[in-house]
């Protein structure tokens, strides 16, 4: 086997290669479109990923045998996710979706390396010519959630268990903090970071950890239910995370924010089957229903569940953006002016916590 | 009737060498029974994850670049496993000498120069030989357990990192996220081959082998080591220093891991994160193992352990085998190479049962 590291063997092997491309798996015209997933976590999260699988299966199931999807889980965020991407390219997927926003330096590496190939990024904002990125507005949902902490909370103070301090997770963390403060003006959100987006074992801890400080609700940007299994034992209420985890704790399970990723899917894979795909951002919300409110917990009082409809709708209808000044940091300084909106930009920028949020 | 175990006089060397074989063999029967089992194609998985990467030419340059980090630590570890010296921490070897290679690429940012790149791998030298030489001098000077100290501090060099490219070394143009500035091509080990991950750590690896394996066995100093390791007394007696070999077989191994560490840092990397460790350190003590801590059998374990990790992945999109169920592979392969070892070091004696006297 030391043979592989004499070069000259090597590109003679790398050209046989490109010689018999994809052995054992000749293309022919009519084979169904293969459309590859990489995950970051286990499909099994019951979060995240789970979403993103849900997702491919209601895309394998719309197309039926016309396409075939495959995915790669687990994939560390670096020179794997490069090797997964490239060896996804060579058996023949046309279409690839990289889910996280650590696999961005890869998938842009690999997307400029093979030009033919239509890559999807999640999260991040490196595009190409054949490099598209795609995500969900989740701080949508971060708004309804925190209207729901702010009034179910005794204690007055949100446990947040957090991935990374990444402009997408502050921009959850902000939200969450403004839509509870709108309705409890003195209420508090202690954020505890991870660094990493899957460890149940530490995601319970954190939860453990932000009970103990006092905190009576506890969300999470982290994917596993773990955090939510910590409050179903102490009697707290939470929220799941990217998909509904209430058959995990049904009593502690208020809602959830669930991620709807089918629709962006079958319509990415449309286009690549039309010879229409193009590149872009896109950047979907409660109102195309990327994003949705999973249902209620009858726990919850109905002028909660009113006051959570209510964040919804309006912002489905337009009517209120879940930054709007008078927002001031938790420094100090005014961010936005009364009446101000957050725009795109500021939000996918963001990386400072608005009043009330202790991290 | 009864079996008992009775330690060989000398272990046969085929026996030695065949172990390793026999445990992989093992490990694939035992992964198809499994397999199986859990309803997926058994056989066919078992063969995407062994066999297929090897026949896939395409696929070589990624177990080459998989197998550099772990045989390059593996190198270090098995001269000091050979001494009886544990260090179980080349994982946090690993980290401090990426940390000290990047700290000479942020120091040397948009300086252009050929000496850029020597001065990084002699920091990453530098840096794993430090971080090894602390629980080398506890264990020479205060006898304290070189196993516990190297591991905890693996756990120290993880927050060093955390807090390093979360803090002062954070890309000020990264939009707030954990992870430094990309390397520069002044920075960054040379690729070797156009379209692959492989590069010129690959090769030097391979040099690092050869030369461990002529010190190890044709110099005095080689010759020390293994005395040191399997005769204490006589070491003593024959002028040999246990603390110096102590010494300087954790310093080597340090070392060699924070080599490792920059090089998969810079080459596939390209920059620092907190992706960054993925446990190629412990790893890394597996592939010591079924190389029988000899250079050149480290060399292969390394690379059959990288062929499991290609063709697991292989596996994930053939057979949608799910990702645990092939990091099972991997932990078979020491177990059943520990467990096999116990039959080459003893033999089974089924003795007649001898009437016990009353007691």
């Known amino acids: ?359 | 009737m009864r079996i008992r175990l009775e330690p060989r006089k000398a272990p046969s060397r085929l026996a030695l060498y065949g172990a390793p074989i026999m445990a992989i063999a093992l490990t694939m029967l035992a992964g198809m029974v499994l397999f199986t089992l859990m309803g997926f194609r058994g056989g066919a998985a078992v063969f995407e994850i062994f066999i297929e990467p090897l026949l896939e030419p395409q696929r070589w340059p990624d177990i080459a670049v998989k197998a550099s980090p772990l045989v390059m630590i593996a190198t270090g570890l098995a001269i000091g496993f050979r001494a009886n010296v544990w260090n179980i921490g080349a994982e946090g070897q690993y980290i401090v000498g990426a940390v000290a290679g990047t700290g000479v690429a942020l120091a040397t940012y948009e300086i252009e120069s050929a000496w850029i790149l020597p001065l990084m791998l002699l920091a990453s030298l530098l840096g794993g030989a430090v971080w090894a030489a602390i629980p080398a001098i506890l264990r020479v000077r205060l006898k304290v357990s070189e196993i516990l100290t190297s591991l905890m501090l693996t756990y120290v060099a993880l927050q060093l990192l955390y807090y390093l490219v979360r803090g002062p070394w954070r890309d000020p143009e990264g939009y707030n996220f954990p992870q430094t500035r990309m390397f520069s091509e002044a920075q960054t080990v040379p690729n070797l081959l156009e379209g692959t991950q492989l590069h010129w750590g690959v090769p030097l690896t391979f040099l690092v082998v050869l030369i461990t394996w002529f010190v190890m066995s044709r110099t005095l100093l080689g010759y020390q080591v293994k005395v040191v390791g399997l005769a204490p007394m006589a070491a003593r007696l024959g002028g040999f220093s246990e603390n110096r070999t102590v010494l300087m077989t954790m310093l080597v191994s340090g070392a060699l891991a924070g080599l490792a560490g920059m090089i998969e840092c810079s080459a596939t990397f390209g920059q620092l994160t907190p992706q960054f460790p993925v446990n190629y350190g412990f790893t890394a003590i597996i592939v010591a193992f079924l190389g029988r801590l000899h250079p050149v059998g480290v060399l292969i374990g390394g690379l059959a352990l990288a062929t499991s990790y290609i063709g697991a992945d292989i596996a994930q999109t053939a057979s949608a085998l799910p990702q645990a169920a092939t990091g099972l592979i991997q932990a078979m392969m020491l177990f059943f190479l520990l467990g096999v070892d116990i039959f080459v070091i003893n033999r089974i004696r089924i003795a007649p049962c001898v009437p016990r006297l009353a007691s």
């Not at chain 1, 976590?41 to 197309?63: C, I, S």
């Not at chain 1, 999260?123 to 989740?138: I, K, V, W």
């Not at chain 1, 979907?284 to 249902?295: C, E, R, S, Y």
């Open chain 1, 1 to 359: 086997m030391a043979v592989i590291l004499d070069r000259r063997t090597l590109l003679a092997g790398a050209g046989a290669s490109a010689a018999l491309p994809f052995l054992g798996a000749p293309a022919h015209a009519a084979d169904p479109l293969k459309v590859g997933f990489i995950y970051v976590g286990p499909v099994g999260d019951f979060g995240y990923t789970h979403a993103h699988d849900v997702a491919r299966k209601k895309t394998q199931d719309f197309y039926a045998d016309k396409i075939k999807t495959n995915y790669v889980e687990n994939v560390p965020e670096g020179p794997d996710a490069e090797r997964v991407l490239r060896q996804l390219a060579q058996e023949g997927n046309a279409l690839i979706f990289a889910t996280s926003f650590g696999f961005m330096n890869a998938t842009a590496k690999v997307a400029k390396a093979l030009p033919k190939v239509y890559f999807e990024h999640a999260t991040g904002y490196m595009r190409g010519p054949n490099l598209a990125t795609y995500n969900a507005r989740f701080y949508e949902g971060r708004a309804v959630i925190g209207t729901i902490a702010g009034m179910m909370s005794k204690t007055g103070v949100g446990g947040y268990v957090a991935s990374f301090p990444i402009p997408e997770v502050v921009m959850g963390i902000n939200c969450f903090t403004l839509a509870a403060r709108k309705v409890n003006p003195k209420f508090q959100t202690k954020v505890l970071w991870l660094s990493t987006w899957y460890d149940p074992a530490k995601e319970a801890d954190a939860a453990k950890a932000l009970a103990d400080q006092g905190a009576d609700i506890i969300t999470q940007h982290t994917d596993s239910p773990a955090p939510l299994q910590v409050c179903e034992q102490k009697g707290l209420y939470g929220f799941g995370q990217a998909s509904d985890m209430s058959s995990i704790a049904p009593k502690a399970h208020l809602t959830a924010i669930v991620d709807n990723w089918a629709p962006y899917y079958i319509g990415r894979v449309k286009a690549v089957m039309d010879g229409t795909w193009k590149t872009g951002d896109t950047w979907w919300g409660l109102k195309q229903d990327t994003v949705q409110i999973a249902p209620y917990n009858a726990a919850m009082p109905d002028n909660v569940k009113k006051a959570a409809d209510d964040v919804k709708n309006g912002i489905i209808a337009g009517t209120l953006h879940p930054v709007t000044g008078p927002v001031t940091d938790n420094k100090g300084t005014q961010r936005l002016k009364d009446g101000e909106k957050a725009n795109d930009e500021m939000l996918e920028k963001m990386d400072w916590y608005v009043e009330g949020v202790q991290s």
